[in-house]
């Protein structure tokens, strides 16, 4: 399924309750440069960041300027072109169990100004998307957040974790696997291409993973260029790891911080590490921990995991820090339930409430022996309550049935649940958007 976001109208309802506020939702279109610039100036000032040079805005439309950038406009403000609100979206694929890539509906750049704010505009931004995302037949959105309070309201779960990494590697020790190859440093441009292919099958075997548009790619890589915003990337260093027949299976892009006072006492910031086997993880990350002058290597937005505490004599000279990555909302249940694979065979229904009233009801999900639901709406007595956040947090295997229903979050007979949900790895997301 293609759906180009930037084609689907804004949400009526959501526009009508503005208007009775005084205020415009409404779309700014691809070939409207002074429209987009507005918008993006708006969103840099809503995540506090500098204004933008025409250059910069420039390089950004280039590479953003066929998503869909919605605005809310109040006409009575001295600047009246500048938006209060802003949402950026497009249409991406979310891995699922199983492997299949189901359409999601990102999004981003959600701001309302300091002036306008707790007057419900994110609210209508919000539920406008979420009704036009289904409207478009979308089983899905999903994005990642600023902060952890303000998207549970929508219908929204942290369905994919994330760890930040701290190594001291001088207690580290690399007791993991000998590796063949040839780990290799790279400039970015030769990396490229061998990167594009490496995310690309890595994307498809892990749940939770995304399909990555071209500015996501370049800033992984740290060649969006200083026009486009990114001005450190020229410290980044890359490393490339081959397998025996020469063919890249994984890559690092990291960058070293030196200490004023030690030389020997360096830092890596590994920015990303990405491997699509085992011999290519182990190779970069003992390069990474081996390095000379160096004695800490940081790593941020890990999976949470992640196998490298097995692979080193001290496994407490790694400290680690998890929070939540990947929000998800389901919009379609039965379609967002049958795209991912069960483990085991198993019949539950599940009553789910939405309070947005955007997909919930009551549904039977049956999984044969292969794995393969089918999920329908039933008037079946439900065996489980939950909200449809719940769901999205269970969806993708980040978290157990059973621990939500310890929470609280989950009502009901849970076993058959749990074992249907529960999944041979965590889900996990290695990018920010
Ligand atoms: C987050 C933001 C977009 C909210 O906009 P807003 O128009 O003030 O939000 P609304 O008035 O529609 O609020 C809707 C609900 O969310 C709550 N809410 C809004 N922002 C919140 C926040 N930062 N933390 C907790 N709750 C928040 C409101 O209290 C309200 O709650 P209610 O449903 O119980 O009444 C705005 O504060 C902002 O621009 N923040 C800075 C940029 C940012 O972090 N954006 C999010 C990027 S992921």
Redesign the pocket.
């Known amino acids: 399924m293609s759906v180009d976001a930037a084609a689907q109208p804004v949400d009526a309802a959501a526009q009508e309750e503005l208007a009775g506020r005084g205020l415009r939702l409404g779309l700014v279109g691809a070939s409207d440069r002074a429209g987009l610039d507005a918008w993006a100036q708006a969103v840099r000032r ?3 960041d500098v204004r933008g040079s025409s250059d910069a805005l420039g390089a950004r439309h280039e590479l953003r300027g066929h998503h869909r950038h919605v605005g809310v406009w109040d006409t009575t403000v001295a600047e009246p072109a500048t938006p209060v ?1 802003t949402l950026e979206s497009w249409t991406s694929a979310l891995t699922v169990p199983g492997g299949t890539a189901v359409p999601a509906w990102a999004i ?7 002036t ?11 539920g406008s998307e979420l009704r036009t995302a289904k409207a478009a037949g979308l089983p899905m959105a999903m ?5 952890a ?3 549970g ?1 929508f219908g929204f779960a942290p369905s994919a974790m994330a760890a930040d990494l701290e190594v001291d590697t001088g207690r580290a020790r690399w007791t993991g696997p000998e590796t063949t190859g040839r780990t290799q440093l790279v400039e970015p441009d030769t990396l490229r291409d061998g990167a594009e292919q490496v995310l690309d099958r890595v994307r498809r075997a892990t749940p939770g993973n995304i399909v990555m548009g071209e500015v996501f790619l370049r800033r992984m890589l740290g060649t969006l260029g200083e026009t486009a915003g990114d001005t450190h990337s020229r410290a980044w260093r890359h490393l490339r790891h081959d397998d025996a027949d020469g063919t890249p299976q994984g890559f690092a892009v990291y960058r070293l911080v030196e200490d004023d006072r030690d030389m020997s006492r360096s830092t890596v910031v590994l920015h990303h590490l990405v491997a699509a086997t085992d011999e290519a993880y182990a190779a970069l990350w003992r390069t990474l921990l081996e390095m000379d002058l160096v004695s800490r290597v940081t790593a941020h937005l890990r999976p949470v995991d992640e196998p490298l505490g097995w692979m080193v004599g001290d496994r407490r000279a790694i400290r680690t820090t998890t929070f939540d990555h990947l929000w998800t909302r389901i919009l379609d249940v039965p379609a967002a339930l049958e795209a991912r694979t069960y483990e085991t065979s198993g019949r539950v229904v599940l009553e789910v409430d939405d309070p947005l009233g955007v997909a919930g009801g009551t549904f039977a999900l049956e999984a044969d022996a292969s794995g393969v639901a089918q999920v329908s709406v039933t008037e079946a007595p439900a065996d489980v309550r939950l909200g449809v956040d719940a769901l999205a947090a269970l969806h993708l295997g980040g978290v157990r049935a059973h621990t939500l229903a310890t929470a609280g979050r989950v009502q009901g007979d849970v076993a058959v649940l749990d074992a249907l949900m529960a999944t041979a790895r965590a889900p996990y997301l290695d990018h920010w958007f």
């Open positions: 809503g995540f506090l609100g981003s750049g959600v701001t309302v100004a300091p306008h704010r707790r007057r419900g505009i994110a609210r209508n931004l919000l994005l990642t957040v600023s902060e309070t303000i998207y309201r």
